[in-house]
């Protein structure tokens, strides 16, 4: 079974400053994909950014870069020029690539991200 | 862009009610997906449905929970006698093979 893990529960950053969040998962699966999801105070679940594990580059979305390190199985956030609407919730994710298509996410537990004027 | 929709997006309920969930997904999606979050924790996984079948379920998903697929729109999560701690903010998610899952803006479900 895979297992994502966030070892940081809160962080905070002042506006306009960057900030990486951490995550690590565990799985003997060879392919797969790992997302970062926000969940802001209303509670929606937002795509941030995703990346493909056959992939060596590095997903970039705008202000948002992942650091894939698939060896060491870790898939790091950094969010650069950090903007108060970037106060969330952010889950890691992890999907297994089989034949069937329909895998469920394995989430972790999240880190509350704080951005401070 | 097209959505996911959930409703209701609250619903109070008796302990040992039914209670039946409600998700659009989108239109030319093929996977659908429940999810569960109980307030401060993790998002859980709790079925997967492919071609008017269940493709996975995990050990939440038990005897007391159903999904359909009704028609061509709907699809569905039934609990069929609720238990305080069924409590939880419940996610709808569709998707397209190994594309993002969208999800709806959830369910928060309110056991009493």
């Known amino acids: 079974a895979q297992t994502v893990t966030q070892s940081q529960p809160e962080m905070s950053v002042q506006e306009a400053e960057t900030v990486t969040l951490s995550c690590t998962y565990d799985?003997?699966?060879?392919?797969?994909?790992l997302f970062w999801y926000k969940q802001p105070p209303s509670r929606q679940m937002i795509l941030v950014i995703r990346?493909?594990?056959?992939?060596?580059q590095n997903a970039t979305e705008n202000r948002f870069s992942v650091n894939f390190q698939k060896a060491a199985k870790s898939f790091s956030l950094k969010i650069s020029d950090s903007q108060l609407g970037d106060t969330a919730m952010y889950f890691c994710a992890f999907m297994a690539q089989t034949q069937g298509g329909s895998e469920k996410l394995v989430f972790g537990k999240g880190t509350k991200l704080t951005v401070n004027p | 862009e097209p959505e996911v929709t959930q409703t209701p997006s609250h619903q109070v309920t008796q302990m040992g009610q039914e209670v039946i969930l409600r998700c659009v997904p989108i239109?030319?999606?093929?996977?659908f997906y429940w999810y569960r979050q109980i307030l401060g924790q993790k998002v859980e996984f709790l079925v997967s449905?492919?071609?008017?079948?269940?493709?996975?379920k995990s050990e939440i998903f038990d005897d007391q929970f159903s999904v359909e697929r009704p028609d061509g729109s709907n699809f569905t999560l039934k609990i069929r006698s609720t238990k305080l701690e069924d409590s939880a903010m419940y996610f709808c998610?569709?998707?397209?093979?190994?594309?993002?899952?969208?999800f709806g803006d959830g369910t928060r479900l309110s056991i009493l």
């Open positions: 449905f492919y071609n008017n079948e269940i493709s996975e």
């Open positions: 239109s030319n999606h093929l996977y």
């Open positions: 990346q493909e594990a056959y992939k060596q």
């Open positions: 799985t003997s699966e060879n392919n797969y994909y």
């Open positions: 998610a569709s998707g397209v093979g190994y594309q993002p899952q969208h």
